[in-house]
């Protein structure tokens, strides 16, 4: 018999409340799934003006609340995944993005959405893990 997981809600008053039937995020063991995060004010909940740049912004600090309720950081996210309402705004949310990711990268995908909740512009989901990493290279 398999030994049984160990399954966290994470939630912070810092970071948006879900806009649906699910969390900001959930922590199985030591593995933390971010869901995707856009450009909400979490006072207003309304998308931060100031076009994609600004969201990214917002959606990444957002993010960042929650990491950090989940006693963990940027250093600590193992794969995001970007959706973008146009693909022509990448290098801009790519000068955004490294602002949080300084270092030790993380694995990553990006693509086009027909749509994203709200109108955004952009949406970052993440995956982590929980605890002390040690980057070999």
């Not at 997981?5 to 971010?34: C, E, F, H, M, W």
């Not at 950090?68 to 309402?85: E, H, I, M, Q, R």
């Not at 993005?97 to 990268?105: D, E, L, P, S, V």
């Given at each position: 018999?398999?030994?049984?997981?160990r399954r966290v809600i994470i939630s912070t008053k810092k970071a948006p409340d879900a806009i649906g039937?699910?969390?900001?995020?959930?922590?199985?063991?030591?593995?933390?799934?971010?869901?995707?995060?856009?450009?909400?004010?979490?006072?207003?909940?309304?998308?931060?003006?100031?076009?994609?740049?600004?969201?990214?912004?917002?959606?990444?600090?957002?993010?960042?609340?929650?990491?950090?309720?989940?006693?963990?950081?940027?250093?600590?996210?193992?794969?995001?995944?970007?959706?973008?309402?146009?693909?022509?705004?990448?290098?801009?949310?790519?000068?955004?993005?490294?602002?949080?990711?300084?270092?030790?990268?993380?694995?990553?995908?990006?693509?086009?959405?027909?749509?994203?909740?709200?109108?955004?512009?952009?949406?970052?989901?993440?995956?982590?893990?929980?605890?002390?990493?040690?980057?070999?290279?």
């Amino acid at each position: 018999m398999s030994a049984s997981l160990r399954r966290v809600i994470i939630s912070t008053k810092k970071a948006p409340d879900a806009i649906g039937p699910y969390n900001q995020a959930v922590q199985v063991n030591s593995t933390l799934y971010i869901s995707g995060q856009i450009g909400f004010n979490p006072s207003t909940m309304e998308i931060v003006s100031g076009g994609v740049v600004a969201e990214a912004q917002q959606a990444l600090t957002n993010m960042g609340h929650i990491l950090d309720a989940a006693n963990c950081n940027f250093n600590n996210v193992v794969k995001t995944t970007v959706l973008l309402a146009d693909m022509n705004d990448f290098a801009a949310v790519n000068d955004v993005y490294t602002k949080f990711f300084t270092a030790n990268y993380p694995a990553r995908a990006a693509y086009q959405a027909a749509a994203l909740p709200r109108g955004a512009r952009i949406e970052i989901e993440a995956v982590a893990v929980v605890g002390e990493i040690h980057t070999v290279e």
